[in-house]
Nanobody, 124 residues
Framework: VQLQASGGGLVQAGGSLRLSCAAS????????MGWFRQAPGKEREFVAG????????FYLDSVKGRFTISRDNAKNTVHLQMNSLKPEDTADYYC??????????????????WGQGTLVTVSS
């Protein structure tokens, strides 16, 4: 399984970015896909997750209403649309995946496959 994250960049507070995670290597219908972030000096934290089959989603409280996770079945890609960005959203963002027939975990230790980080910087 390979995960390729892209879409990071520099944006002013209040702006938007869309991150993408291209997945390859197998069929992901029974997988959970997640986005995590890690700011300098802080632990990695869960941001959002989606079950590939069914589309159930789960978000970190601080991003609810601002971020939207979605999947494109045809392109095997998961997106994270980030609106109303704040300086505290600045971090390296990682996509991750694990196989599961039910549930949606927010624990990094449950995710088996990880992509490289993509840096999001929000200026004030």
């Amino acid at each position: 399984v390979q995960l390729q994250a892209s879409g990071g960049g520099l944006v002013q507070a209040g702006g938007s970015l869309r991150l993408s995670c291209a997945a390859s290597g197998r069929t992901f219908s029974s997988y959970v896909m997640g986005w995590f972030r890690q700011a300098p000096g802080k632990e990695r934290e869960f941001v959002a997750g989606i079950r590939w089959s069914g589309g159930n989603t789960f978000y970190l409280d601080s991003v609810k209403g601002r971020f939207t996770i979605s999947r494109d079945n045809a392109k095997n890609t998961v997106h994270l649309q980030m609106n109303s960005l704040k300086p505290e959203d600045t971090a390296d963002y990682y996509c991750a995946a694990y196989a599961s027939s039910y549930g949606l975990s927010s624990r990094a230790s449950d995710y088996v496959y990880w992509g490289q980080g993509t840096l999001v910087t929000v200026s004030s």
